[in-house]
Nanobody
Framework: QVQLVESGGGLVQAGVSLRLSCALS????????MGWFRQAPGKEREFVAA????????YYLDSVKGRFTISRDNAKNTVLLQMNSLEPEDTAVYYC????????????????????WGQGTQVTVSS
């Protein structure tokens, strides 16, 4: 059974940086493409970023390009989301997700393409 655990969220002021982490256990990490989604109150879950199994390909929501960076450390079974220049609009619960099949852009932004989900970590950005 695959388990995903997110960490690193918190309450910060606008302009501050945070780094989210997600650890996968229970299966071989290298077999999974990884993604980050977020969900604000009253809104649908939104794609944020994704990284291929090898780490060679990354995909981003347009509004976070240049501010957020996704990466993975296969030796530590961890995917990271570095978030810089945070804005109040970034406030949401951030979820880590894993996909067993190979990832491409058409797959990355659809929640239904992912097989496993973490519990989420809250990110709150005050103005």
């Amino acid at each position: 059974q695959v388990q995903l655990v997110e960490s690193g969220g918190g309450l910060v002021q606008a302009g501050v940086s945070l780094r989210l982490s997600c650890a996968l256990s229970g299966r071989t990490f290298n077999n999974y493409a990884m993604g980050w989604f977020r969900q604000a109150p009253g809104k649908e879950r939104e794609f944020v970023a994704a990284v291929s199994r090898s780490g060679g390909n990354t995909y981003y929501l347009d509004s976070v390009k240049g501010r957020f960076t996704i990466s993975r450390d296969n030796a530590k079974n961890t995917v990271l989301l570095q978030m810089n220049s945070l804005e109040p609009e970034d406030t949401a619960v951030y979820y880590c997700a894993a996909r067993y099949l190979p990832m491409d852009y058409s797959d990355s932004y659809l929640p239904s393409r992912y097989d496993y989900w973490g519990q989420g970590t809250q990110v709150t950005v005050s103005s």
